[in-house]
Nanobody, 122 residues
């Protein structure tokens, strides 16, 4: 299962960006989808995640500013980022976990997207 992320870029403080991440392959079901980020010199951290039923969880640093959503029919997860701050600058990675089948029994997968750079600077 492959993940392709889109939507990063350069934005001024207070601006907005929307990230998208589409999963493809012989997907049977996707349970959790999420976004992580890694700033230079720091560990990768969870930004937000969402279950197939729509339950969400956010890092305290982004609550009230970021919104995660997903389109199950398209196997796609989104991250709407508003009121961006310089400290949001990082490479953002999407993640998905679920099950796939290549014609045999179901197998679990956990996949990462390639990362997309978000830079918040004036």
């Amino acid at each position: 299962v492959q993940l392709q992320a889109y939507g990063g870029g350069l934005v001024q403080p207070g601006g907005s960006l929307r990230l998208s991440c589409a999963a493809s392959g012989s997907i049977f079901s996707i349970n959790a989808m999420g976004w992580y980020r890694q700033a230079p010199g720091k560990r990768r951290e969870l930004v937000a995640d969402i279950t197939s039923g729509g339950s969400t969880d956010y890092a305290d640093s982004v609550k009230g500013r970021f919104t995660i959503s997903r389109d199950n029919a398209k196997n796609t997860v989104y991250l709407q980022m508003n009121s961006l701050k310089p400290e949001d600058t990082a490479v953002y990675y999407c993640n998905a976990q679920g099950y796939y089948s290549d014609g045999g029994p179901l197998r679990h997968f956990g996949s990462w997207g390639q990362g997309t750079q978000v830079t918040v600077s004036s």
